[in-house]
């Protein structure tokens, strides 16, 4: 009862510093929070909030880059956090106002794209690996799985360079952030031999194919596994053997807001344990907030696939800002897509 008494006295005082005349600017991929925590903040603070979506990092960058949009809070991939922190576009998170940041799970602080938190506070996380069919499908021990030939037309892949140059890349046991032409050569050409037993490059169309029992292996975001797995029972997940990418989405502070304290404040809110929950169960990936992760339900916070072990959790990568080099990729994939 202490604890809860200081936490709201807490809330009370900062709340109570910020000015209710401003309304906060929030850019946020689409359906990537519950928006019912947005009327909350409001109810509680006065602030107002205008809510614009994106569909990809890249067109969130351009928009901040190109100036004007003025946004005052930003929630955005690891390696577009970090092009943004290179490029100077970001503003320091002021953690005085930040207490809520003591409940962020020891595994998502200091990463290594945004060293002790400065810029960037976690938001949610997760993996990418093999959704196969049990009834279907040996289970997978490695990448090298999707390149069977026994399993012909039974294989989703991503229809992203990133995220596929990854899979032929980590097959080779080579990092998934390579800017080693030759390893980027050999990956293509792992994915040219595979494309002939490749049912469909697919995005979110995955899902609905492998609950339908339409193919016996695909290489998912863990969120979306989750889900699948929830709606057919024959679906598992695994993160092979030569390890995988392990993602972030973080929240950040544009440079040109002009609404600091409040976005500051609204962080603290994001943070607090009670509304995480609520985003983590409407978005169906992973918690970083470790109160929040106490307070879900045994089957879903003991699931391996929305909480890696400490062991899995140790052989995957970020991706990070490839810069210029991304072309590269780029370039592999239209080569890829190009082959007969």
Aim: hydrophobic share 40%.
């Amino acid at each position: 009862m202490k604890f809860k008494f200081w936490f709201l006295f807490l809330i009370f005082i900062l709340t109570g510093c910020a000015d209710k005349s401003k309304t906060l600017r929030i850019y946020n991929y689409g359906d990537y929070l519950d928006e019912k925590v947005l009327n909350m903040f409001t109810d509680e603070t006065g602030i107002k909030i205008n809510y614009d979506t994106f569909a990809v990092s890249e067109d969130a960058y351009t928009k901040i880059k190109n100036g004007g949009a003025n946004y005052d809070v930003v929630i955005i991939s690891d390696y577009m956090a970090e092009r943004m922190i290179k490029e100077n576009l970001l503003e320091p998170l002021d953690f005085s106002l930040i207490p809520n940041y003591s409940f962020i799970h020891p595994r998502f602080k200091n990463l290594d794209f945004d060293p002790q938190n400065k810029f960037s506070m976690p938001y949610m996380w997760g993996s990418i690996g093999i959704l196969y069919n049990k009834t279907l499908a040996e289970k997978p021990e490695s990448w090298s799985i999707l390149w069977d030939e026994k399993y012909k037309n039974q294989i989703f892949m991503y229809d992203n360079p990133r995220d596929s140059i990854a899979v032929a890349l980590k097959k080779l046991h080579c990092s998934l952030n390579t800017r080693d032409i030759k390893n980027l050569n050999r990956a293509k050409d792992e994915l040219i031999e595979q494309k002939k037993i490749v049912q469909a490059y697919v995005g979110d169309a995955v899902k609905d194919k492998m609950i339908g029992n339409e193919g016996a292996l695909a290489v998912v975001y863990s969120g979306d596994a989750l889900f699948c797995q929830n709606e057919n029972l024959d679906l598992d997940y695994v993160i092979p053997i030569e390890g995988s990418n392990v993602w972030f989405d973080v929240i950040v502070i544009p440079k040109d807001s002009s609404n600091k304290f409040e976005a500051n404040t609204f962080i603290n809110f994001l943070s607090r344990p009670d509304i995480a929950l609520m985003n983590t169960n409407y978005i169906n990936y992973s918690t970083v907030n470790s109160e929040a992760l106490k307070n879900l339900p045994s089957k879903i916070r003991d699931n391996k696939i929305y909480w890696l072990s400490d062991e899995d959790f140790g052989r995957c990568e970020i991706y990070h800002d490839l810069g210029n080099f991304i072309k590269q990729y780029n370039i592999i994939w239209t080569e890829v897509l190009a082959q007969d």
